[in-house]
C-alpha cells in the first residue's frame, strides 16, 4: 500500500495528498508510522484509536492520512476530476514455497475481483496491487488486457518499491 502510495506522489507532480486504509492484519504485519518517519513524513494528527492512525506530512508537502477504515479501496487519491482507488494484496516476494506461490496467485485474483465489484464511477481508474514475483507477473500478463477492458491496470511492486503496470 504504501509503495503505491508513494508511487502515486512521484508520478502525478500535482497530487499533495494520498489516503491509506489498511485493515486490522495490515497494521498487525507492517509498522506504518515507522515506515513513514524514516521516509521522512511527521505526524501531525491523530484519528481513531489507533496509534498509527492519522494524518502524516513530508518537508515536500506530500501528505499521507492513514484511516483504518474497510470498503473505501486500500489506496486513494483524488486530482482535479480524475481519481484512483487500489485494492492491494501483500505477500512473501522471494520465496518457491507452493503454499505461499498459490496464496500470491490467489491474491491477484481476488484484487482484480474486488475491483471488478466496485462501482464504476466517471474518471476514476482501479488498481489491483499485488507483489511483483514470477508467479504474479507470469499471471497478470495474462488477466491485464481483460481487466484493462474493464478499466482496472494491473501493478506489481517490486522488492525495492519499484511500481510495474501491467498492459
Given amino acids: 500500500m504504501l509503495a503505491f502510495a508513494m508511487h502515486l ?8 495528498q494520498v489516503g491509506i486504509q489498511p485493515d486490522g492484519e495490515h ?20 484519528s481513531g484509536s489507533t496509534a498509527y492512525a492519522g494524518t502524516y506530512v ?22 482535479d476530476n480524475r481519481s484512483v482507488v487500489a485494492e492491494c494484496k501483500g505477500g512473501i516476494i522471494n520465496t518457491k514455497h507452493p503454499g505461499q506461490q498459490s496464496r500470491l496467485r490467489r491474491g491477484l ?16 481508474h482501479q488498481y489491483a496491487v499485488v507483489p511483483k514475483t514470477p508467479v ?8 491485464a488486457p481483460r481487466a484493462g477492458l474493464a478499466g482496472i491496470t494491473i501493478a506489481l511492486v ?4 519499484n511500481v510495474f503496470n501491467m498492459r
Fill in 9 to 16: 506522489l512521484r508520478t502525478w507532480p500535482a497530487l499533495k
Fill in 27 to 46: 497494521a498487525k504485519r507492517f509498522a506504518f508510522r515507522t515506515w513513514l518517519e524514516i521516509h521522512g513524513f511527521e505526524k501531525i494528527t491523530s
Fill in 58 to 79: 513530508s518537508k515536500a508537502g506530500h501528505m499521507i492520512v492513514l484511516n483504518p477504515k474497510s470498503g473505501l479501496g486500500d489506496v486513494v487519491a483524488t486530482l
Fill in 109 to 124: 485474483c481476488e484484487t482484480v475481483g474486488l475491483s471488478l465489484a466496485t462501482p464504476v464511477v466517471e474518471g476514476r
Fill in 136 to 143: 504474479t507477473e507470469s499471471i497478470a500478463k495474462k488477466l
Fill in 158 to 161: 517490486d522488492q525495492t518499491g
